[in-house]
């Protein structure tokens, strides 16, 4: 019981902590890792905050290589590890849905 409340409260912890790296490695010229950090990070923060499910909707839009959609699998997965699969599915919901919308777009543009 006590195991799974920790596993809950680290992947939001980890997730403002890597956030907080990405802001700071936007500020330091030398550490080009600031966009994926904030992306990683907006990634696990998605099913908590709708702001950054509405990024990580407009990432997987404009990504061609299915970067986003594995990774949004491999973080669904975290949260189920984390014993959450509300937050899973929720996640797993959001790239679905903007993956979805792609695949139509370039269907209508042909």
Not at 26 to 41: E, R, V, Y
Not at 58 to 87: C, M
């Amino acid at each position: 019981m006590y195991l799974s409340a920790v596993r809950k409260l680290l992947i939001p912890t980890i997730a403002a902590l890597i956030f907080i790296g990405g802001l700071v490695s936007l500020l330091l010229p030398f550490i080009p890792l600031g966009w994926l950090l904030i992306a990683l990070s907006s990634l696990l923060m998605a099913p908590y905050f709708k702001v950054m499910r509405k990024f990580i909707g407009w990432l997987a839009t404009i990504d061609k290589t299915g970067f986003v959609e594995k990774a949004g699998e491999k973080a669904s997965h975290l949260y189920e590890w984390a014993g959450d699969p509300k937050r899973a599915e929720e996640l797993k919901t959001i790239i679905e849905e903007n993956s979805k919308d792609d695949g139509q777009k370039t269907a209508r543009e042909e």
